[in-house]
């Protein structure tokens, strides 16, 4: 595989459907549903790209962003969230999260950044 994306979200149905939207590309998706578990793949394997919802069941996705800025993991990230006040979205640095998406967001247009993060052509 050219790439692997890291999908943290505890709706399992975005990862689900980027993996239905990539099937014919040359990318894994892989996916986890609270910072701990991200974390844990973060620090198992190395990601094209993060795709990170803010608020998760148990946890939040500024657990994984402080994880990623401690570790110096430098991963482009893009947030996918239904509710991002003003005041949160400040909170965001340039330097980790590249994107930001409301919910819902079409697979096919976070299928196309997901190929551009990866470096695959279409």
Do not use: H, W
């Amino acid at each position: 595989m050219a790439g692997a994306v890291l999908v943290v979200d505890d709706d399992v149905t975005l990862a689900q459907s980027l993996r239905e939207t990539l099937a014919s590309e040359d990318v894994t998706i892989e996916g986890a549903t609270d910072a701990a578990t991200a974390c844990a793949l973060l620090d198992e394997r190395r990601f094209c790209g993060l795709i990170l919802d803010l608020v998760l069941e148990d946890s939040n996705g500024f657990e994984v962003l402080r994880y990623l800025e401690r570790t110096r993991i430098a991963i482009p990230t893009i947030v996918v969230t239904q509710k991002l006040p003003s005041y949160v979205r400040e909170m965001l640095t340039e330097e980790q999260v590249k994107l930001v998406f409301p919910k819902p967001v079409d697979p096919r247009l976070l299928g196309a950044v997901v190929m551009g993060m990866c470096g695959i052509a279409n």
